[in-house]
């Protein structure tokens, strides 16, 4: 995402050189790099790009067109912000804007009224957002536009939401499948995993798939994955349990083996959470045995890495020290890097814990050197490395402090070497507190790549923060 950035920032500057600040050009490319910033949830960067690029006086037709897209991508990014009175301003302008310019009739129009109708939904307005998703649906409904599927899938939330009686899912029987599985993808990425109400629309949405496209389809598996992660979210561990189940027999119906054993990984970590340890012991053996028959050592060591860290919750320490370093050992006959950082942060911590310093270092050491220093585990075994070398045998080391230094290693491989003198950087009440010295005063282009590289590290290692110390 840095170097999407990096790039999209020369492509602003070039645009600006090229053509001039608020041109058509100018305000394409302010677009393009908030795209960027807004997946790297650097939404208020985001929102001042978007505004620029809205700004722009309009020369012709198609850049007047372009401007209703600006403004569409500025409403939902202030909703994503939580801004929600400007989310509706914008988007509500962005709609009349829309009527103006394409008409009642045309699907551009259409464009407009969905995404007020979801924003109105988040407000708790279920019964005006009714009333604009319906206008959506008929309009694109009536033109044969594709986007009627993604329109049919918040239709269909919003229902759900209203508590009526009216079916939440119409017209699937009139639809190509393709549209079918569109209407499952809306659906799942629109579902709060915080509200426990949205496990009643996702198995709605599962039969719907299953009487539409049959139960092993791979949009039914996809939402029966989606409900096994809501079950996940929200603690439904035979919720889970179940759904699971049922996409792994598909898979097996099927013959489709790599899938198959990822479902069994699965499996055995939500019987595990639902406290079954001896459950989740007898699918990771019969994961084992998948593998095997699969052959790969990549799926061979990530099972393998499981099943160790299994086994050592479950004080079978003998059992899950073969595991781990055989894990480390099909690892390495492959190529998959990160697998091979990944069983040796594992079996790092292992020997840590077992008062085996000496080993756990080496382990460790050949494991962070071939992981990305960004990746969860990389930071996880950098910390204990950081302990190992201390003379402790338990504990993971300064996490915080570790996670420090990633951010500062982040931000000085993006910056012009001779520019810092000093880069300190710590974790105060849970937020990053950065002290900056400088050799030279920096030019106004390096002072503002200064500051987007700042963000783009607090963007990046932000979640670290609360991430779980280790998981398999």
Known sequence: MGDAENLMTRELQAATDKHGHGSPEWASAQCDLGNVLLNTDQLDRAIECYRHAVSATPRDHESRKDQLTYRLNLGLALRMAGRLDDAEAELRQGVQERLAFYGREHAGYAFGLEPLADLLRQRGEVAEARQVVEEAVANLWRDGHERVASALALRAAIVHAEESRDPLFVGLHQLPDELVEQVGRSVTQMVDHDDPASKSLLTSLVAALEERLGIDHQATLNALSALANLGRDLGDQAGRVDAIERVLASYDRQGREEEALMAALGLAMAQDDAG?????????????????????????????????????????????????????????????????????????????????????????????????????DAIVGRSHLGAVLDGRTCGCGDMAGTIADAFRDFVITRLPADLLDRLDVAIVDGDFKIDVGLRREPTESELARLNDVFQTAHAEFRHRLGEPRYAG
């Open 276 to 376: 079954d340890a001896e459950a989740a012991l007898r699918t990771y053996g019969s994961a084992h045995a998948r593998a095997e028959r699969i052959g790969r050592p990549e799926l061979l060591s990530q099972v393998l890495r499981n099943w160790g860290l299994a086994l050592k919750e479950a004080g079978r320490v003998d059992l899950a020290e073969q595991r781990l370093t055989e894990a480390v050992r099909q690892a390495r006959r492959g190529t998959d890097y990160d697998m091979v950082g990944r069983a040796c942060v594992a079996l790092g911590l292992f020997l840590q814990h077992e008062a085996r310093l000496s080993e756990a270092r080496t382990v460790l050491e050949e494991g962070l050197a071939v992981l990305d220093p960004v990746h969860p």
